[in-house]
């Protein structure tokens, strides 16, 4: 089966510009899940969907980080304005449901200058 | 969030087993513990995870304490691709959030 598609693989901007990342999950999996990985850290959960409906989104600094869920399949993190240190991968996983394993595609690469 | 404690590295060699540890001292009875693997340049990938009694599946094997305050994965022939970051992790909750941790380094040696 396919697996979760994301896009694109690498992004650099500047500071202060503002920056979009897509995200394909499975198919019929309800559960996605954005996570947020400075390099030599574990990822970071920033916002959990069921469906179209947010279920966790604690760690999402919501003054400049937004993530949306259209129909409940695809779904977009856009960060406005970018700092420095947002340079990251951002991942992206899908799941069944939320207590079933979770698939990750490979991440965004972001740099932020 | 919930919180476990693994070692920073380990080292194995080729074709030995390995065994990992983890201490999820604050789970409660209802959190499933999984483990997942990072591989460089890469997205974290399943392992396993169960609840209360030891699992087996292609990759590894999970043992849970009995008090289910650790458990331990279990690669039972190391190769060089294993040689990832591994996380354990447990979740609950409405939710079921997946928080990780920073992880085990594995190095398998040839």
């Known amino acids: 089966e396919a697996g979760v598609a994301q896009s694109p693989r690498y992004k650099i901007i500047e500071k202060r510009q503002s920056v979009a990342f897509w995200c394909n999950p499975i198919s019929g999996h309800a559960t996605l899940y954005w996570y947020q990985q400075i390099l030599g850290q574990g990822p970071k959960l920033l916002i959990q969907?069921?469906?179209?409906?947010?279920?966790?989104d604690s760690q999402l600094p919501k003054d400049r980080f937004s993530a949306e869920r259209l129909k409940g399949v695809d779904s977009t993190l856009k960060i406005q304005p970018a700092k420095l240190e947002d340079s990251a991968v951002y991942l992206c996983a899908s799941s069944v449901s939320g207590y079933t394993e979770a698939f990750f595609g490979q991440g965004t690469r972001l740099t932020v200058v | 969030d919930a919180k476990t404690t693994q070692p920073n590295s380990m080292e194995s060699n080729e074709e030995e087993p390995v065994h990992l540890p983890c201490n999820h001292s604050t789970i409660s009875g209802t959190d499933y513990i999984h483990w997942y693997r990072q591989l460089p340049s890469q997205g974290p990938e399943y392992v396993i995870h169960g609840l209360t009694s030891n699992v087996n599946n292609r990759m590894a094997s999970l043992a849970i304490a009995e008090d289910r305050k650790s458990s331990t994965l279990i690669l039972h022939r190391a190769t060089l691709r294993d040689a990832a970051v591994y996380y354990c992790?447990?979740?609950?909750?409405?939710?079921?959030?997946?928080?990780f941790g920073k992880g085990t380094l594995l190095t398998v040696n040839p």
């Open positions: 992790i447990y979740s609950g909750g409405s939710n079921y959030k997946l928080t």
């Open positions: 969907f069921q469906n179209n409906g947010v279920v966790d």
